[in-house]
């Protein structure tokens, strides 16, 4: 039996006791009643006290190291207690140090990983995510303990999440999510689930790309192909019925033909330019390929009056593919003059500046809006559609300067005011980047 409790029955059975010797009936009545009511609210207190300092004991279990027994005196119920008391702290700190020994091995799986990665516990709490995962979906270094929802930010990956978790089974979604195409799979592993997260956005882009191009391309062809078989058409009857126009379907057929094949030489040049690999780089001289360039152009641009100029000193050289750095002057020089206005100019300069060599193509022609300069190094993308065929252009010129000039480690850039000209330019290493 509890100390207490015979402490207080005695001290009641020896007040009764004394109070019915020594006091009136009535009178003792009340002080026993007192006596009695006082000794029951002191042994509460006194178990208050004790449950209060066991629950502190217990509560230091938590973040101990060791499990540190406590011993109960007094009723065999309070020695149960404590008993089952221990049983419990034993078992609770074997499962927090099975739990951190398991915790490393799991952020080092995750850690190793290719891609971005997560684990989340049987309550949907993020346990792990490695650098990439951190790093796409801007999840703070050090945050733990994070819902899906605050860890991915997307209410559809949370419901994946949820339901690999109720399932048992792999569950995969496709979702847009700040501005990024990602492919998420949770899978239960165990207790746990992890989160993998593929960011599709480059892969989408080249897909869209691709079948752009394919669409654009033909459209292309479709138009001197139409034309030249519509001509040969005319010539057949035209050879035979009226001769003297003969002479004027042939010109506009080689005109037609010319367009294609040039259209297809472009084609095949952008198709060089992407491919990737070891460049067979020498020594070029830019100063050499801008004086071919101008010559080429000369006589169209004196037939518009435009005037072409070359700033130079007498050689600049850079290491890179003589073709690819003879496309990126002479595109650039013949669009200068293609969009240029009668009685404009055209300013080639060379510069060496901080290891590269600087080549600027500036003009006095139509300019180019400042909505449109983002797009024009993209495929068959033209600021004037109808001027650009008129003159035999392909659309692809500056996709294929921006690729020359990338492929050889260089940067392109355009400064324009709609109606007054446009400045390319391209910076080029003299070195071989490494």
């Not at 001197?224 to 002479?247: G, Y």
């Not at 641009?301 to 890179?320: F, H, K, M, Q, W």
């Not at 060599?357 to 909505?371: E, K, L, N, S």
Request: proline share 4%; hydrophobic share 45%.
């Amino acid at each position: 039996m509890n100390v207490q409790l015979v402490v207080g029955m005695v001290v009641v059975a020896a007040t009764a006791l004394v109070t019915a010797l020594t006091l009136p009936a009535v009178t003792a009545v009340v002080v026993t009643v007192v006596v009695t009511s006082a000794v029951t609210v002191a042994l509460l207190v006194i178990d208050h006290r004790r449950l209060s300092g066991l629950a502190v004991r217990v509560g230091g279990w938590v973040g101990a190291g060791e499990h540190e027994a406590v011993e109960l005196s007094g009723s065999e119920a309070w020695r149960q207690f404590g008993t089952a008391l221990n049983v419990l702290g034993a078992a609770y700190h074997r499962r927090g140090a099975r739990l951190d020994r398991e915790r490393p091995w799991r952020r080092e799986l995750v850690d190793a990983l290719v891609g971005a990665a997560l684990l989340f516990d049987r309550d949907s709490r993020m346990l792990a995510a490695n650098e990439e995962a951190r790093a796409l979906l801007g999840i703070p270094a050090g945050a733990e303990d994070l819902t899906v929802l605050q860890a991915v930010g997307s209410p559809a990956i949370a419901q994946a999440v949820r339901e690999a978790r109720d399932t048992g089974s792999p569950v995969g979604v496709d979702v847009e999510h700040a501005s990024r195409d990602l492919r998420a799979v949770a899978s239960l592993v165990g207790n746990e689930t992890l989160l993998l997260i593929a960011d599709r956005t480059h892969e989408r882009r080249v897909e869209d790309l691709r079948r752009n191009f394919v669409v654009n391309a033909s459209h292309e062809l479709k138009t001197p192909v139409t034309s030249i078989q519509t001509l040969a058409e005319a010539l057949a009857v035209t050879v035979r019925d009226d001769p003297e126009r003969t002479v004027t379907l042939v010109a506009r057929l080689g005109v037609e033909a010319e367009r294609m094949a040039r259209l297809l030489h472009d084609l095949l040049d952008l198709r060089r330019l992407e491919e990737r690999g070891t460049l067979d780089r020498r020594p070029v001289d830019l100063v050499r390929l801008a004086q071919l360039a101008i010559a080429d152009v000369v006589p169209r641009a004196d037939d518009r009056e435009v005037t072409v100029g070359l700033s130079s000193p007498d050689e600049a050289i850079v290491a890179g593919v003589p073709g690819d750095l003879e496309v990126i002057v002479k595109n650039l020089v013949e669009n200068a003059l293609q969009y240029n206005r009668p009685g404009g100019t055209i300013d080639v300069t060379i510069e060496p500046r901080d290891g590269s060599q600087v080549v600027t193509v500036a003009d006095t022609g139509i300019g180019i809006p400042q909505p449109e300069q983002s797009r024009i190094f993209e495929r068959f993308y033209r600021v004037d559609t109808a001027r650009s065929r008129e003159t035999g252009g392909t659309g692809l010129g500056l996709s294929i300067v921006r690729h020359a000039v990338e492929r050889h480690g260089g940067t392109i850039s355009v400064a324009s005011l709609l109606g007054e000209g446009t400045t390319f330019t391209v910076v080029l290493p003299v070195e071989t980047p490494r």
